[in-house]
């Protein structure tokens, strides 16, 4: 009897530290997991670039610049970053009319609606321009998803310094008097019949060819001149 009686001891003592162990274990898992929820960070940030970097695509240039898009924004953004509504970016493709030989530079790209809906609907070539790095590292994501990032380079730069004189269709939503001190790099910088669109606001004294509603929205439209006059430069 004696023996019985440690031995149930001895069993009973071996299962109480088994439990302990395994709630121990258990409990390490779980700080890790909210330590570390999952690799989808490091992922992201390892496939934030284009991936056909050998694929032709809207530039050499465009390529070798799309390595500055992790960097910390140069200064604080002009903007506070609105998604266009998808109906507008439509119209914006639409009223530009856009086709497949066009180069179409988004400034204040957000998250790349408008350059990838244009390569998606018209298989056109297109750069993005925006100064928060967020926001580049999310429209490269959307890129991916969409498979066309060999058609799309997404660039963290200052609009106000940026190259875009290769645009035969440039798309804007920022601000009225951002529009207004744009005008006069827009009109100096870029071809004669050069398309621009802008949703929601104009470019001052710039009188648009056309403005259309959509969903209660305004966008804008105009083609530069050949000769800009000198009160809008």
Same mark, same amino acid.
């Given at each position: ?5 440690? +031995? ?6 071996? &299962? ?42 809207? +530039? ?6 799309? &390595?500055?898009?992790?960097?910390? !924004? ?47 609907? =018209? ?49 804007? =939503? ?17 071809? !004669? ?8 606001? *104009? ?11 959509? *969903?209660?929205?305004?966008? =804008? ?13």
């Amino acid at each position: 009897m004696q023996f019985k009686f440690i +031995g149930r001891s001895l069993f009973v003592g071996i &299962s109480l530290l088994s439990l302990t162990a395994v709630g121990c274990a258990q409990l390490r898992n779980f700080e890790t997991e909210e330590q570390n929820p999952t690799s989808s960070s490091s992922t992201s940030s390892s496939t934030s670039s284009p991936t056909s970097s050998s694929t032709s695509s809207p +530039g050499d240039q465009a390529q070798s610049d799309s &390595s500055s898009t992790t960097e910390a !924004p140069t200064r604080v953004p002009d903007v506070v970053y609105v998604p266009t509504p998808m109906s507008v970016v439509n119209e914006m493709l639409r009223l530009a009319n856009v086709q497949s030989d066009d180069v179409i530079y988004d400034l204040g790209s957000g998250d790349g609606r408008i350059v990838i809906s244009a390569a998606q609907q =018209y298989g056109t070539r297109g750069i993005g321009i925006d100064i928060d790095p967020q926001r580049i590292q999310e429209a490269n994501e959307n890129a991916q998803k969409a498979e066309v990032s060999d058609r799309v380079q997404f660039l963290q730069q200052d609009l106000f310094e940026a190259d875009f004189r290769n645009a035969t269709v440039v798309t804007l =939503y920022l601000l009225p008097e951002l529009n207004v001190k744009l005008r006069p790099k827009l009109l100096r910088e870029l071809k !004669p019949g050069t398309r621009i669109v802008s949703h929601a606001f *104009d470019m001052g004294e710039w009188e648009a060819d056309e403005t259309v509603e959509v *969903d209660g929205k305004t966008v =804008y439209y105009w083609v530069v001149p050949e000769n800009p006059p000198a009160n809008l430069l």
